[in-house]
Nanobody, 124 residues
């Protein structure tokens, strides 16, 4: 059974940092692009960061560029999201996803596997 399990969410003050992890099991994801998405109440799911299968290419929207860093360790089948300088508007459920392609997509419908999500709350 293929599973993606996120961890590392929590409550942090504005300006603080969190590191999310996404542990994959059930298959090897080293050939898959992976991404992080978030969804706040009443809002659509938003692309936060993406990384190619090899890890050589990363993508960020302007809203998080310079503050968030995505990385992956294919030997551990794990992906990470380092979030710095957090803002209250970053509050959302963060989910990791895997795509059965090597290249990143910003569209959630192009991802094949999803984790359950982890809550990130940033207080002002």
């Amino acid at each position: 059974q293929v599973q993606l399990v996120e961890s590392g969410g929590g409550l942090v003050q504005a300006g603080g940092s969190l590191r999310l992890s996404c542990a994959a099991s059930g298959r090897t994801f080293s050939s898959d692009a992976m991404g992080w998405f978030r969804q706040a109440p009443g809002k659509e799911r938003e692309f936060v960061a993406g990384i190619s299968s090899s890890g050589s290419s990363t993508y960020y929207p302007d809203s998080v560029k310079g503050r968030f860093t995505i990385s992956r360790d294919n030997a551990k089948n794990t992906m990470y999201l380092q979030m710095n300088s957090l803002k209250p508007e970053d509050t959302a459920v963060y989910s990791c996803a895997a795509r059965l392609r090597s290249g990143v997509s910003t569209h959630p419908y192009e991802y094949n596997y999803w984790g359950q999500g982890t809550q990130v709350t940033v207080s002002s």
